[in-house]
């Protein structure tokens, strides 16, 4: 495995990535990888629910649901220390901050509103919105709750 983390049970969700040693805020944790596929196998994979893939171009997108892909492991967080960085058609998993040993791995997987009830979140950050989404959308959600809130 990578010098930089290691893979073990997550109280996140699963498996996750776990810095073996303190990471520098900017530092290229490791490489998304995976299989190129057009946009039409994209959509295929999208329908049989395969959550690993990311957006490359206009033409293309990454598939990292492969055994090869350790960054598949890094789970999902509403307050994550890593974040996806897209450099030369290649996709780094980079930390936005100084990360402590010991720390899990996480990055915002960057999800939209379709069907987000669909994908609930357990990340356990103090500003969890409950689900799987991109930032942009995390006030929406939280005013949407408040709104049902009020409701009940």
């Not at 990535?17 to 490489?31: L, M, Q, S, Y």
């Not at 990311?54 to 892909?69: C, P, Q, T």
């Not at 509403?78 to 030369?88: I, L, S």
Request: hydrophobic share 35%; net charge negative.
């Amino acid at each position: 495995m990578d010098e930089l983390f290691e893979i073990r049970d997550s109280p996140i969700h699963g498996r996750g990535g776990f810095a073996r040693c303190n990471i520098p805020a900017g530092t290229r944790v490791v490489e998304y990888v995976g299989e190129r596929i057009d946009k039409l196998e994209s959509l295929r994979r999208c329908q049989e629910l395969n959550v690993y893939i990311f957006h490359l171009d206009d033409e293309f997108d990454l598939d990292g649901a492969v055994s090869w892909n350790p960054a598949r492991f890094f789970n999902h967080s509403c307050d994550p220390n890593c974040e996806a960085v897209m450099d030369g058609g290649r996709i780094w998993i980079v930390a936005r901050r100084a990360i402590r040993a010991g720390e899990e791995l996480t990055f915002n997987y960057g999800y939209d509103l379709v069907d987000y009830q669909e994908h609930p979140c357990h990340c356990g950050a103090p500003n969890c919105v409950g689900y799987i989404v991109a930032a942009e959308f995390h006030e929406l959600l939280r005013a949407r709750q408040a709104q049902a809130a009020q409701q009940d």
